[in-house]
């Protein structure tokens, strides 16, 4: 079993930045790829970012790339997102996640409860 417990969002204008976390318990969580979603109000839940167990790989959604850095520290457990020159189309519950990997939802078996990012512009 994996719980994953998010932090870091918030209210930010335009241009800013903010660094999501992630703090996941259980024993496997280092042998497991994580990852990011977000949810807009009235929208689907969509991929962001994913990271593989080592940290060596990477993938991101075209809507965030080159503005979010997905890292992870196997140490502490944790997971992170960078979000830099956020815009106001960010804005969402953005959810942690592990699991197999993938850009889709069902691609995951655990959540986190989300935390909320506003961007004002």
């Known amino acids: 079993q994996v719980q994953l417990v998010e932090s870091g969002g918030g209210l930010v204008q335009a241009g800013g930045s903010l660094r999501l976390s992630c703090a996941a318990s259980g024993r496997t969580f280092s042998s497991r790829a994580m990852g990011w979603f977000r949810q807009a109000p009235g929208k689907e839940r969509e991929f962001v970012a994913t990271i593989s167990w080592s940290g060596g790989s990477t993938y991101y959604a075209n809507s965030v790339k080159g503005r979010f850095t997905i890292s992870r520290d196997n140490a502490k457990n944790t997971v992170y997102l960078q979000m830099n020159s956020l815009k106001p189309e960010d804005t969402a519950v953005y959810y942690c996640?592990?699991?197999?990997?993938?850009?889709?939802?069902?691609?995951?078996?655990?959540w986190g409860q989300g935390t909320q990012v506003t961007v004002s512009s």
């Open positions: 996640v592990a699991g197999a990997g993938g850009t889709t939802v069902t691609s995951w078996g655990y």
